[in-house]
Nanobody
Framework: QLVESGGGLVQPGGSLRLTCAASGITFGASTMGWFRQAPGKGRDFVAL????????HYVDSVKGRFTISRDDAKKTVSLQMNSLRPEDTAVYYC????????????????WGQGTQVTVSS
């Protein structure tokens, strides 16, 4: 089970930190990813952190603004989002896979229920 928290309403330029708590999965063996789904659109890859060496990968539109991190002892993965823009508005989902690198939705086995992030003045 994956449970996201930390979403909310923030003004443009602001920051939010999303956290995903995992249970019932072998967290240390899982690559963890964040996806987002804007209204009327499909679910898109945002960031991942690998299960092997902790390597991170981001979609170009969030590079330099978002940072993904994991705490294997606490079984959590976080997404620090800075310099938020209105186009970042979406439902953000946490996901887990046993693959070492996966930026496609179909590669992930476990999903959270999502948390809403709204960037608006």
């Amino acid at each position: 089970q994956l449970v996201e928290s930390g979403g909310g309403l923030v003004q443009p330029g602001g920051s939010l930190r999303l956290t995903c708590a995992a249970s019932g999965i072998t967290f240390g063996a899982s690559t963890m990813g964040w996806f987002r789904q804007a209204p009327g659109k499909g679910r898109d890859f945002v960031a991942l952190i690998s299960n092997t060496d902790g390597a991170q990968h981001y979609v170009d539109s969030v590079k330099g603004r978002f940072t993904i991190s994991r705490d294997d002892a606490k079984k959590t993965v976080s997404l620090q989002m800075n310099s938020l823009r209105p186009e970042d508005t979406a439902v953000y989902y946490c996901a887990a896979t046993f693959k070492s690198f996966a930026d496609s939705e179909s590669s992930y086995t476990y999903w959270g229920q999502g948390t809403q992030v709204t960037v608006s003045s």
